[in-house]
């Protein structure tokens, strides 16, 4: 019942250029790993066996920082391959009309978006969530955390995520943040995301 590192759903250079192979090689095999056997550690050592992940997080408040930061990461990095892709493209559709009603704009948002990442100091993510109102939000979250957890302060359903540790873009952009996430538009799987706004607006 121990929590397993998920496959790439691509080959490490299928992001290549806008994230090389050797940062999609460390960030999985190395960080991502790391992750999930501290996670399984923590788990046994604070009786945790038998929960899944969202449960955890849902109840992360009471649980060790070894926990939190090890659940958060194994969540994060899960969600956040799977958002990506060497398709491209942009949102369409609902979603499309959604970010439009929300942001005024897809460029909006993806300024928005791309100022809470650089906004955020250190290490953490940014999110586009469905809100506990049903409306579409820009969140920053510190380390690992994210907004499914019980004490973030703004909750809500990813259904959009990028990584602003210095590890997920160091070696291709340095200290250039706003570049990488710039750049990172055309690596999002759009798919994925419309599955997850359409799940989490029901
Ligand atoms: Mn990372």
Do not use: C
Not at 2 to 22: G, H, M, S
Not at 87 to 101: F, W
Not at 194 to 202: D, E, I, Q, T, Y
């Amino acid at each position: 019942m121990a929590f397993t590192l998920p496959d790439l759903p691509y080959a490490f250079d299928a992001l290549e250029p806008v994230i090389d192979a050797q940062t999609m090689q460390l960030h999985h095999d190395k960080h991502h790993q790391a992750y999930v056997d501290k996670l399984n550690e923590g788990v046994t050592e604070e009786g945790l066996e038998g929960k899944s992940l969202e449960e955890i997080l849902a109840g992360i408040s009471s649980a060790s920082k070894k926990v939190r930061n090890n659940g958060g990461g194994h969540w994060n990095h899960s969600f956040f391959w799977e958002i990506m892709g060497p398709s491209g493209g942009g949102p369409s559709g609902r979603l499309a009309e959604t970010i439009d009603q929300a942001f005024g704009s897809f460029d909006a948002l993806k300024t928005k978006f791309n100022e809470a990442g650089v906004g955020q100091f250190g290490s953490g993510w940014v999110w586009l969530i469905v809100n506990p109102s049903g409306e579409l939000q820009v969140t920053a979250t510190p380390n690992q955390d994210n907004p499914l957890m019980d004490d973030a302060p703004v909750k809500g359903v990813p259904i959009l995520g990028n990584d602003v540790w210095e590890h997920a873009y160091y070696l291709k952009y340095n200290n250039r943040r706003a570049d990488y996430l710039k750049a990172w538009w055309d690596v999002v799987n759009w798919e994925k995301v419309a599955g997850h706004f359409a799940k989490a607006v029901g």
